[in-house]
């Protein structure tokens, strides 16, 4: 099986929740479900590793063959459930997909399910042992290895930066919740108009990104601020953690000169709602100013 879909479209989550919905279904006392009890997600990132260590190779002065990570993950799963019986395990790949290492697993993902080794020894797969890749694209991938999969995918559209800031206010600390309603008028009147700016004609990226990404960012970076500020220090200064934060996510992976009209973009954006930004000079950019607490 084949999980695709952009980075933080959910793909992750979406399998986390098949194995938790899984155990709680095998659970129950119907016979049938008995088998869902044992699933067992197993990830790895092939691109974490160089394509010997994940693929095996033949160590020439030893003259022995080293059996690479994907391989020992398979065997161990054979090993440590036996006949398979109330068992499900995936190996979920979780990444690039690069049709180097991939063609050395692809007879693993045909009719006869049979892993090959460099070394000749052959593993066949189980029924209740499933192969999956969970990776952004397919452009890299040959048709042999998409034709043996059934593919999943995840949109982009399916999840959307509000939700997550939905989700990550809801989650607001208790000595924050007094500030749940503000934030979520910052967010529609700063974060999202920030987004769709940086998205137009415009912004130069230096690198490409997600709307979920910098999302993402913004929410971690202003979870730290407002940590390191405490529940004094963010009533106060609320709207300039918020720009501060914004400036550094929504618009960090832009070029000097993108950076330059995306500044003057969020003070308008500022002074649209009125917000508490004294003290900075009108030369300067937002990025020029850094945020700090002081005991």
Known sequence: VIVLGPAGSGKTTCLSALKVASQRLGSTPEDALASLAHFHLHTLNPKATTRDLFCGYADRPAKEWKQGIFASLVRAILE?????????????????VDSDWAASISTALDESRRLILGSGEVLTLPPW???????????????STVSCCAVVYVGGT?????????????????CLLPLRDSLSDMFSAIADPAMEYVRGPE?????????????????????????AAGTAGASEHLEQIFLFATAWSVGASLDGPSRARFSDKLRRLASSIDARITGLSVK???FDYAFCVQD
């Open 80 to 96: 440590d459930s036996g006949s398979g019986g109330g068992q499900r395990n995936v190996v979920m790949l979780d990444g690039p």
């Open 129 to 143: 042992l499933t192969i999956g890749f969970e990776t952004e694209d397919l452009r890299t991938v040959a048709p």
């Open 158 to 174: 399916a999840l959307g930066p509000n939700a997550l800031a939905a989700t990550w206010l809801q989650r607001l600390p208790t």
């Open 284 to 286: 300067a950019g937002l």
């Open 203 to 227: 912004c130069t990226e230096i690198f490409p990104t997600t709307n979920e990404g910098l999302y993402v960012s913004l929410l971690t970076l202003l979870s730290s601020l407002f940590e």
